[in-house]
């Protein structure tokens, strides 16, 4: 693609992240939400095979749809209370259908189908702005009008979406499918906390974004789209082997490391709320995300996979240098200790 | 539709019926065959009433269904309708196949042990040990537009191999539209799941298409199609070749599946795209552009391997020799 082309379409996606976050307009939202979903089409199709233009047609009808019911809730919002501006939604029908297309935008259950598919049929690149980026926006919006939001739903799709998360996510052996499903679950932890404490969902992006772009720049970095390609790469990068073996564990909520922290605040923000069956719940629950990542890991770092002749082939490609990626291992593994700090967003 | 076939073969379920022809009922689809064919006993010849289309077993062992006389009545019982039965027989088994998916689904990708997957070097897909394995296979010839070509399917000796006979036929169908004819295949059918949910093959880990056939010595053409959700990629398909030598020998036939080149309708594309094995649907080996002629291809098995040696991606000047030799077969 032509390099103007691409960053004028990479900065549409800025902006329309930015204008989503940053307005108290509905309307405004909507069209931020619509650049957005416009401009991430072309980025999704950067790599054209026919299954790109599956995943993108998939990714398209979804978020589509989802505008759609967001602009009739909007609407409806409208009729009932008379204003534009972002504040707390009175109509439980629009409450209940903007929670809806946010819930599609965000791929929590059962709006969670389109997940794999899309993740499946792009690039790792265009899969990781998927993961990461996308989320900004929907995310910004639930916490704005969370005050609103009706509980009984909210904590149904959650648990829900662990559920879907963990299960989906067991026999996998194409890597962005696990990450997918991996995503979904994430997705159901923060909204299972956010009526509660809404910045403890911020936290918790803000730790599952660090952790997605580590993961996939692990894979970016080891040309890996499968298990058994991943588990090959201690021939190659055995250093990159002992890191993705981190990172996973982090991901799967393992301390000390930083995944731990959110878990750990969010099931002590719901315990605080006399809420004890639900905790106990999600962390069970959670337990097979862990055990999907333990066979990941098993595979990958604890042992070494007999190897092929035609495996020896990736010594020949140059390693892909990715800047961020030392850094991005730190913070997704070791923010634990700064625990503590969270105590100023009180 | 599922109670309407119930309905229709209400008399045959529960009785020493013949079977009802498949045919008969194109549209209830072929899930609906197997269930009659597991449950439906051939009833004793009455000697005066031998149907004049009815043949021996040796000849017609594996043939299609659709030979079957129809016009054979029952003996004075009177059939029983149990739709109910139907039903239930039909809910448990979906349910009996649910529960087998929840389980082995705590086994591993597809019930097997995940380390079992990933060290596997080759995988036999398809064999022909039994009439179960011929159900798997669907069969086709441009009958099914107005031609006149006949296909058909049968195991061969022994129970080791199948034999896919017929005739080909280049007369073309006077609907005023074909200005050509003569193709029969053999499609592999859809994996399902519980509640004939589709499934895909995933074949990430494997490169080589590796088949054991023992042709005829005519040239066939070994096609895969992606499994896909948009009605546009319906008929996108990649193709290779598959040239064989006629026997009496088997031939192992290897095909990298970075070879196969990607087609649209029948045609070529320009831009050729690799081939991804995640979502492999079904595989076909369909037979084309002949006079009026017999037509032979025995299968041994069907694998997918990963042979150390090949290790290409996408072998883009392989693709150019391809469509070459494409263009010298077609006649002018």
């Given at each position: 693609m032509?390099?103007?082309?691409?960053?004028?379409?990479?900065?549409?996606?800025?902006?329309?992240?930015?204008?989503?976050?940053?307005?108290?307009h509905?309307?405004?939202?909507?069209i931020?939400?619509?650049?957005?979903?416009?401009?991430?089409?072309?980025?999704?199709?950067?790599?054209?095979?026919?299954?790109?233009?599956?995943?993108s047609t998939?990714y398209f009808?979804?978020?589509?749809?989802a505008?759609?019911?967001?602009?009739?809730?909007?609407?409806?919002?409208?009729?009932?209370?008379?204003?534009?501006?972002?504040?707390?939604?009175?109509?439980?029908?629009?409450?209940i259908?903007?929670?809806?297309?946010?819930?599609?935008?965000?791929?929590?259950?059962?709006?969670?189908?389109?997940?794999?598919?899309?993740?499946?049929?792009?690039?790792?690149?265009?899969?990781?702005?998927?993961?990461?980026?996308?989320?900004?926006?929907?995310?910004?919006?639930?916490?704005?009008?969370?005050?609103?939001?009706?509980?009984?739903?909210?904590?149904?799709?959650?648990?829900?979406?662990?559920l879907?998360?963990?299960?989906?996510?067991?026999?996998q052996?194409?890597?962005?499918?696990?990450?997918a499903?991996?995503?979904?679950a994430?997705?159901g932890?923060?909204?299972?906390?956010?009526?509660?404490?809404?910045?403890?969902?911020m936290?918790?992006?803000?730790?599952?974004?660090?952790?997605?772009l580590?993961?996939?720049?692990?894979?970016?970095?080891?040309?890996?789209?499968?298990?058994?390609?991943?588990s090959?790469?201690?021939?190659?990068?055995?250093?990159?082997?002992?890191?993705?073996?981190?990172?996973?564990?982090s991901?799967?909520?393992?301390?000390?490391?930083s995944?731990?922290m959110?878990?750990?605040?969010?099931?002590?923000?719901?315990?605080?709320?006399?809420?004890?069956?639900?905790?106990?719940?999600?962390?069970?629950?959670?337990?097979?995300?862990?055990?999907f990542?333990?066979?990941?890991?098993?595979?990958t770092?604890?042992?070494?996979?007999?190897?092929?002749?035609n495996?020896?082939?990736?010594?020949?490609?140059?390693?892909?240098?990715?800047?961020?990626?030392p850094?991005?291992?730190?913070?997704?593994?070791?923010?634990?200790?700064?625990?503590?700090?969270?105590?100023?967003?009180? | 539709?599922?109670?309407?076939?119930?309905?229709?073969?209400?008399?045959?379920?529960?009785?020493?019926?013949?079977?009802?022809?498949?045919?008969?009922?194109?549209?209830?689809?072929?899930?609906?065959?197997?269930?009659?064919?597991?449950?439906?006993?051939?009833?004793a010849?009455?000697?005066?009433?031998?149907?004049?289309?009815?043949k021996?077993?040796?000849?017609?062992q594996?043939?299609?269904q659709?030979?079957?006389?129809l016009?054979?009545?029952?003996?004075?019982?009177?059939?029983?309708?149990?739709?109910?039965k139907?039903?239930?027989?039909?809910?448990?088994?979906?349910f009996?196949?649910l529960?087998?998916?929840?389980?082995n689904?705590?086994?591993?990708?597809?019930?097997?042990p995940?380390?079992e997957?990933?060290?596997?070097?080759?995988?036999?897909?398809?064999?022909f040990r039994?009439?179960?394995?011929?159900?798997?296979?669907?069969?086709?010839?441009?009958?099914?537009?107005g031609g006149?070509?006949?296909?058909?399917?049968?195991?061969?000796?022994?129970?080791?191999?199948?034999?896919l006979?017929?005739?080909?036929?280049?007369?073309?169908?006077?609907?005023?539209?074909?200005?050509?004819?003569?193709?029969?295949?053999?499609?592999?059918?859809?994996?399902?799941?519980p509640?004939?949910?589709?499934?895909?093959?995933?074949?990430?880990?494997?490169?080589?298409?590796?088949?054991r056939?023992?042709?005829?010595?005519?040239?066939w053409?070994?096609?895969?199609?992606?499994?896909?959700?948009?009605?546009?990629r319906?008929?996108?398909?990649?193709?290779?070749?598959m040239?064989?030598?006629?026997?009496p020998?088997?031939q192992?036939?290897?095909?990298?599946?970075?070879?196969?080149?990607?087609?649209?309708?029948?045609?070529?594309?320009?831009?050729?795209?690799?081939?991804?094995?995640?979502?492999?649907?079904?595989?076909?080996s369909?037979?084309?552009r002949?006079?009026?002629?017999?037509?032979?291809?025995?299968?041994?098995?069907?694998?997918?391997?990963?042979?150390?040696?090949?290790?290409?991606?996408?072998?883009?000047?392989?693709?150019?020799?391809?469509?070459?030799?494409?263009?010298?077969?077609?006649?002018?």
């Amino acid at each position: 693609m032509n390099p103007l082309i691409f960053t004028t379409i990479l900065m549409t996606v800025l902006l329309g992240t930015m204008i989503v976050m940053m307005s108290s307009h509905w309307l405004m939202i909507w069209i931020g939400f619509e650049m957005n979903l416009l401009a991430i089409i072309p980025i999704l199709m950067k790599k054209y095979n026919p299954r790109t233009m599956e995943a993108s047609t998939k990714y398209f009808l979804t978020q589509a749809t989802a505008s759609m019911l967001l602009m009739m809730a909007i609407i409806i919002n409208l009729m009932h209370s008379g204003q534009w501006t972002i504040t707390k939604v009175f109509n439980p029908t629009a409450s209940i259908i903007m929670t809806s297309a946010l819930a599609m935008k965000l791929g929590l259950t059962p709006f969670h189908f389109w997940v794999p598919e899309v993740t499946q049929g792009i690039s790792l690149t265009s899969g990781l702005i998927l993961l990461t980026w996308q989320k900004l926006a929907p995310m910004s919006i639930l916490y704005q009008i969370s005050p609103s939001i009706n509980l009984n739903i909210l904590l149904t799709m959650a648990v829900l979406s662990i559920l879907v998360g963990g299960w989906g996510g067991l026999n996998q052996t194409q890597l962005r499918k696990i990450m997918a499903y991996s995503s979904i679950a994430h997705m159901g932890w923060m909204t299972a906390v956010l009526v509660y404490n809404p910045t403890l969902t911020m936290l918790n992006m803000l730790i599952y974004i660090m952790m997605t772009l580590t993961m996939f720049m692990l894979f970016i970095h080891s040309s890996s789209t499968t298990m058994l390609s991943l588990s090959h790469t201690w021939n190659k990068t055995p250093l990159t082997t002992t890191l993705i073996l981190i990172t996973l564990l982090s991901m799967g909520g393992l301390p000390p490391l930083s995944g731990f922290m959110p878990k750990w605040m969010i099931i002590q923000e719901l315990t605080k709320n006399s809420s004890i069956i639900l905790p106990t719940l999600m962390a069970i629950m959670a337990l097979l995300n862990l055990y999907f990542y333990m066979r990941l890991t098993y595979s990958t770092s604890l042992t070494m996979f007999p190897s092929t002749n035609n495996m020896k082939m990736k010594w020949q490609f140059e390693t892909k240098r990715i800047t961020l990626l030392p850094p991005l291992i730190v913070m997704s593994s070791l923010l634990l200790p700064l625990t503590p700090m969270l105590s100023i967003l009180d | 539709m599922a109670l309407v076939h119930k309905l229709l073969n209400g008399t045959c379920i529960l009785r020493k019926c013949p079977k009802p022809s498949v045919a008969s009922y194109p549209f209830l689809g072929t899930r609906f065959a197997d269930y009659c064919s597991s449950s439906l006993q051939k009833p004793a010849p009455v000697p005066g009433k031998a149907s004049s289309q009815r043949k021996t077993e040796g000849d017609l062992q594996g043939h299609h269904q659709r030979d079957v006389a129809l016009d054979i009545t029952c003996p004075e019982e009177k059939p029983e309708v149990s739709f109910d039965k139907a039903i239930k027989d039909e809910l448990k088994n979906h349910f009996w196949r649910l529960k087998d998916d929840i389980v082995n689904r705590w086994i591993g990708p597809e019930g097997r042990p995940l380390h079992e997957v990933l060290l596997e070097q080759a995988r036999v897909v398809w064999k022909f040990r039994g009439k179960e394995d011929l159900d798997k296979w669907i069969v086709t010839s441009d009958k099914t537009i107005g031609g006149r070509s006949e296909a058909f399917l049968k195991m061969g000796k022994n129970n080791q191999s199948a034999l896919l006979y017929g005739t080909l036929s280049s007369d073309t169908p006077q609907d005023g539209e074909s200005s050509r004819s003569g193709y029969c295949a053999m499609i592999s059918r859809i994996p399902r799941g519980p509640f004939e949910r589709k499934r895909s093959y995933d074949w990430s880990q494997f490169n080589t298409l590796y088949l054991r056939v023992r042709g005829d010595g005519r040239p066939w053409m070994v096609n895969i199609r992606e499994d896909t959700d948009i009605i546009q990629r319906k008929n996108q398909m990649y193709s290779y070749f598959m040239f064989t030598r006629g026997g009496p020998y088997w031939q192992d036939v290897k095909i990298p599946f970075s070879k196969f080149f990607f087609s649209n309708q029948g045609r070529i594309r320009d831009a050729q795209y690799q081939l991804l094995l995640d979502k492999f649907w079904r595989l076909g080996s369909p037979r084309s552009r002949c006079l009026h002629i017999w037509c032979l291809v025995s299968v041994h098995f069907l694998a997918c391997s990963q042979p150390p040696s090949c290790c290409i991606l996408m072998a883009e000047r392989e693709q150019v020799l391809v469509f070459l030799l494409i263009k010298a077969l077609i006649p002018s």
